[in-house]
């Protein structure tokens, strides 16, 4: 770069009267075209990016700002304010503007865990919902030291780190930190620890929560209980509980989305002559009527007798395949009146058996 620093408006391209928006902006902008990550093997984009990084950084701090206003550079004594100058003021300055994409840590306490939990429920409670108490394992704050991990209720400033929770340090131009490995990151750490929670501050118990399971659920579904996850050791919001759902199976019901099916045994009297038969459904038992000559494998539908559609007031269908029964045991009476029937009937006792025959005949005939 050449030894005559170029005005840091221009540089960044914005008006001597630009906001911290506009300087965040403009600056991001320049950054992410011209980061050495992004152009390993392009000095010039380095250059341009460092430039853009000195200036953004004086300009974004309003009394280093007010001294360039009235004395320009040379306000800014023989660093020139530059990007080197400050590299711990810079590593801010990214963890604001880019969050963890250059490696920085953004300032707060780190936010709490995300909890999971398995629930099992019935086939009935998936369909139609359930308001129910689940127990949750998690930690809070140990009773015995108050949270602080210390017989004392005293913590000591980590020496190490200085009291930040985080280590420095440089990487070419970056200055870059990680967690410290004294204090895990809490910048403190206790002398005497606690022996009820051996001085992590922290004491599992098991919370009640009271959940509602919408109607419609299925076996996956995932429900989020926002800010019933694990508490944040460093003081920051808590994190979130997902409940996943296993509905068991049904002894006689198979979902498929909204609808329900099932399968119902009918004799062959009831399928010859026809019948009404108790049904059953997820509200109870209901007539449906089966006409005469029904064939085996037959589907019925019962309307509105599914699944509560999941976030809607609306139903599926119940679908019921009717399925022959063939006697296994003929009593010689039955026996007598089977085959009166069958020589009624001359062997072919319906046009579906006639028209299978045939098709047979004419497959051989045309050999």
Not at 127 to 134: L, S, V
Not at 230 to 248: C, K, M, N, Q, T
Not at 268 to 273: C, D, T, Y
Not at 356 to 362: A, M, R, S, T
């Amino acid at each position: 770069m050449s030894s005559q620093k170029r005005d840091y408006y221009e540089v960044l391209g914005v008006p001597k009267t630009a906001t911290e928006l506009e300087l965040k902006t403009a600056f991001r902008k320049i950054a992410l075209e011209h980061h050495p990550d992004r152009n390993p093997d392009n000095p010039a984009s380095e250059d341009i990016f460092k430039e853009a990084a000195e200036a953004y950084e004086v300009l974004s701090t309003p009394e280093k700002r007010a001294r360039y206003d009235r004395m320009g550079h040379a306000g800014l004594g023989s660093n020139g304010g530059g990007y080197a100058a400050d590299f711990g003021s810079m590593a801010d300055i990214f963890a604001e503007i880019f969050g963890d994409f250059f490696g920085t840590r953004s300032r707060g306490p780190a936010r709490g865990a995300d909890l999971r939990l398995e629930l099992s429920i019935s086939f009935e409670e998936a369909a139609f919902g359930k308001q129910t108490e689940i127990k949750v394992p998690k930690t809070r704050a140990c009773a015995a030291c108050e949270g602080s991990g210390s017989k004392s209720k005293k913590r000591q400033s980590c020496q190490q780190c200085g009291g930040s929770g985080h280590i420095q340090y440089r990487q070419g131009f970056f200055a870059l930190s990680r967690t410290c490995s004294i204090c895990h990151g809490k910048g403190t750490f206790a002398q005497d620890a606690c022996t009820s929670c051996q001085g992590e501050g922290q004491e599992p118990y098991e919370a009640k929560l009271d959940l509602s399971i919408p109607p419609g659920v299925d076996h996956g579904t995932r429900l989020r209980l926002q800010g019933e996850g694990a508490s944040s050791e460093e003081g920051g919001p808590p994190g979130d509980l997902y409940v996943f759902i296993h509905v068991r199976e049904h002894p006689l019901f198979i979902r498929n989305e909204s609808d329900v099916w099932c399968e119902l045994p009918i004799s062959i009297v009831q399928a010859a002559l026809g019948a009404e038969l108790e049904v059953p459904t997820l509200d109870g038992p209901v007539k449906m009527k089966i006409p005469e000559g029904t064939q085996t494998g037959t589907i019925f539908r019962l309307r509105g007798k599914g699944i509560v559609r999941l976030g809607s007031q609306s139903r599926g269908d119940q679908r019921v395949r009717v399925m022959l029964e063939t006697p296994m045991r003929l009593s010689p009476k039955q026996r007598e009146l089977l085959a009166q029937f069958a020589a009624e009937c001359g062997e072919e006792v319906n046009p579906q058996s006639r028209s299978f025959f045939q098709k047979v005949k004419d497959l051989f005939d045309n050999k």
